[in-house]
């Protein structure tokens, strides 16, 4: 079989996919791409050195899932798996702590995954709340009157309507 070529459609899709609602879409994704990789479809070193702007992208999804307490574990457990694959030569900074969630014994999986402000750009740790270099909450924080989760862009709470910013 002859190696899968990925496109700028294709990369687009992949993660535009992987921040589907439908946890099957991401899990099959995920599943894809890394059955794609084990049989030399896709040929990640050359994937690496053609667009390491989706590697990096495509790596920030995948530990975005890692830490998103909202997903399922075997979702959790395939994003790490991938994770591992893409290896630790992307010039990585952070180093995070993860436990599978699965509810068997307790496995952490240290992964060393450099991530970047959404704001700014910059590089920052998984575990800030707050980006050093811009002050963007990277929480997004709760909504005072519902409680719900939220950007910390937003001007008006998507759960409950309230009103964040003044206009």
């Excluded at 099959?28 to 690496?48: F, P």
């Excluded at 909202?70 to 180093?95: C, F, H, V, Y």
Aim: charged share 30%.
């Amino acid at each position: 079989m002859g190696k899968i070529i990925l496109g700028s459609e294709e990369k687009t899709d992949i993660l535009d996919k992987l921040a589907s609602e439908l946890q099957s879409t991401k899990f099959m994704t995920i599943r894809y791409l890394a059955a794609s990789i084990d049989n030399d479809e896709i040929d990640l070193d050359e994937l690496k050195s053609e667009d390491p702007v989706f590697i990096r992208d495509f790596s920030s999804v995948l530990l975005h899932m890692v830490v998103d307490s909202k997903e399922l574990p075997l979702i959790k457990k395939e994003a790490q798996s991938m994770l591992g694959k893409l290896g630790d030569d992307m010039g990585n900074r952070t180093i995070i702590e993860v436990n599978s969630g699965d509810g068997n014994e307790s496995t952490n999986v240290r992964k060393d995954i450099g991530i970047k402000c959404p704001n700014c750009m910059n590089d920052i740790s998984s575990d800030f709340t707050f980006c050093p270099s811009c002050g963007y909450n990277l929480e997004g924080g709760k909504c005072p009157e519902c409680k719900e989760k939220i950007d910390a862009s937003w001007k008006i709470c998507p759960h409950c309507g309230n009103k964040l910013k003044p206009e």
